[in-house]
C-alpha cells in the first residue's frame, strides 16, 4: 500500500508498531513456556549462557540493529567481516543487543561523531580495535 491509498499513515504505523509488539509478546511467551533443559539446550547450540539468551528474546529481533550502522560509520566492510570472522560479527551483535547505552549509540550514529566518540561507551570497541584495517571499507 502506498502513501496515497493509505488515508491515514500515522495510525497504520502505529497498528504496524502495535502488532510487531504483540507478535513479541507472543514470542516471549513461547520461551517462557519452554521447559528448562530445552531452553538451556537451545543457549549451548547457540553458544550463549542462558542468561543471555533470555534477555536476548526480551530485547527483540531488532537489538542489534546499531552494529551495522556503527561499523558502516568507522568505515568497517560487514559483509567482509561476516565473511572472515563470522563467529566475531556473531559475537559482536550479541554484545550490541545487550549493550545498555543505546540512547548515547543513537545520539552519536544520529549526529555522526560515532567515529569519536565510540571507545567511551561501546563493548564491542575493544574488538572493533583489534579487528583494524583487515576489514575496512575499500
Given at each position: 500500500?502506498?502513501?496515497?491509498?493509505?488515508?491515514?499513515?500515522?495510525?497504520?504505523?502505529?497498528i504496524d508498531?502495535?502488532?510487531?509488539?504483540?507478535?513479541?509478546?507472543?514470542?516471549?511467551?513461547?520461551?517462557r513456556q519452554m521447559d528448562r533443559e530445552d531452553f538451556e539446550r537451545i543457549?549451548?547450540?547457540?553458544?550463549?549462557?542462558?542468561?543471555?539468551?533470555?534477555?536476548?528474546?526480551?530485547?527483540?529481533?531488532?537489538?542489534?540493529?546499531?552494529l551495522p550502522r556503527m561499523l558502516n560509520a568507522l568505515g568497517i566492510d560487514e559483509a567482509a567481516l561476516a565473511r572472515t570472522e563470522?563467529?566475531?560479527?556473531?559475537d559482536m551483535e550479541r554484545v550490541c543487543a545487550l549493550c545498555r547505552?543505546?540512547?548515547?549509540?543513537?545520539?552519536?550514529?544520529?549526529?555522526?561523531?560515532a567515529g569519536a566518540h565510540y571507545e567511551d561507551y561501546c563493548l564491542n570497541a575493544p574488538t572493533i580495535d583489534r579487528l583494524g584495517s583487515d576489514i575496512k571499507h575499500a
Open positions: 500500500m502506498t502513501t496515497q491509498t493509505r488515508p491515514y499513515p500515522r495510525v497504520q504505523s502505529l508498531m502495535f502488532a510487531q509488539w504483540l507478535k513479541h509478546r507472543r514470542e516471549l511467551s513461547e520461551i543457549a549451548a547450540d547457540l553458544q550463549v549462557s542462558p542468561g543471555d539468551l533470555d534477555e536476548l528474546v526480551q530485547h527483540g529481533e531488532h537489538a542489534a540493529d546499531e563470522p563467529m566475531v560479527l556473531r547505552d543505546k540512547p548515547r549509540c543513537h545520539r552519536d550514529l544520529a549526529a555522526g561523531t
